[in-house]
């Protein structure tokens, strides 16, 4: 029997979501794409998902598009790989950075190429420190993908942009947590534990404040300082009208622990 490509699991809020091809380092092929696709899509459409963990199944996070898929040797002519984004990557990427709720990315082990920047277009990325993110593109002739270029360049700045996409260097986790490429390195044997821990605090969290947080933090990039004064009050007024600031201000005040409905 073929294993499903993604393992989806919803528990207290959290929509886990598991690459599922260990045997390809979790490489994508088009029924891994539809199912991760689908699985963002559910985020979006249903209220009892309040944050997402994405992670990969046995020794990697996942190692990019799966080139047995587009070996050009079986192939007529030139592979239109343009084609190939437009059509299974671009519409996900968009989806997770749209979905107004946390995404945690667990990267457990090696994560290359599209895989890498997979990982990178979650809004928490926490990785073991045996796991190493590689801009694999250059070594088969290829150019940064799946939001590469634009996050890479904002994380960590154009010199290490750069210095990443055209050697090609395994970045150890250690190293991309102090570059700020990532959230945080962690022992092997913590990341699980700590990425569920992420995810179900969030999941407990006040969503659409969390919501909102995330889109005023992506916004900001490309606003000038005057209009995202302008975003933030807009969201601030949305997020005061909600009942979890009722909640949060009233434990405050109360002095006990807020108890958020994600409403
Ligand atoms: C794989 C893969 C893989 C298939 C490991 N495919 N089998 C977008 C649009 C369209 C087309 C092209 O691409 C893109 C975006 C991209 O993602 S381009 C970049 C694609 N990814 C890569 O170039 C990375 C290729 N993989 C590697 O360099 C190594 O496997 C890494 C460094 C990730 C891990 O190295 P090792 O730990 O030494 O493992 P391994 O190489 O022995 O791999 C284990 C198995 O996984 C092996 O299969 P086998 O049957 O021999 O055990 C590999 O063939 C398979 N595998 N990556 N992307």
């Known amino acids: 029997m073929t294993e499903h490509p993604l393992i989806t699991e919803l528990s207290d809020g959290v929509l886990t979501l598991t690459l ?4 390809k380092l979790n490489s994508f092929n088009e029924a891994m794409h539809m199912a991760l696709r689908a699985g963002i899509e559910r985020a979006h459409e249903e209220s009892a998902v309040r944050a997402v963990l994405i992670t990969g199944a046995g020794r990697a996070f996942c190692a990019g598009q799966d080139l047995g898929d587009r070996d050009p040797r079986k192939m007529d002519g030139p592979p239109d790989l343009g084609h190939t984004l437009e059509t299974f990557y671009n519409p996900t ?18 994560a290359a190429g599209a895989g890498a920047n997979v990982a990178l277009a979650c809004d928490i990325v926490l990785a ?28 960590v700045g154009e010199a290490r942009a750069k210095g990443l996409a055209l050697t090609a260097e395994p970045l150890p986790a250690d ?3 102090d570059w700020g490429l990532i959230w ?6 913590d990341l ?15 969503t659409r404040g969390l919501g909102l947080t995330k889109m005023s933090i992506q916004s900001a ?10 975003i933030e009050a807009g969201f601030q007024r949305e997020a005061g009208r909600t009942a979890d600031y009722a909640e949060g201000v009233s434990a405050f005040l109360d002095k006990r622990n807020p108890e958020f409905r994600g409403q």
């Open 192 to 206: 699980m534990p700590e990425a569920r821990a992420f995810a179900a605090k969030f999941a407990a969290g006040p």
């Open 20 to 23: 599922n091809r260990p045997d």
């Open 93 to 110: 990427l968009r989806l997770i950075r749209s979905l107004e709720k946390p995404v945690i990315a667990a990267v457990n082990g090696v």
């Open 175 to 177: 190293r991309a947590a």
């Open 128 to 155: 073991a420190r045996s796991a190493r993110f590689i801009q694999a593109f250059s070594k088969i002739g290829l150019t940064p993908d799946a939001g590469g270029s634009w996050s890479l360049s904002r994380l």
């Open 184 to 189: 945080k390195a962690l022992d092997d044997d």
């Open 221 to 230: 990039a490309t606003q000038s300082f005057s209009d995202q004064l302008d």
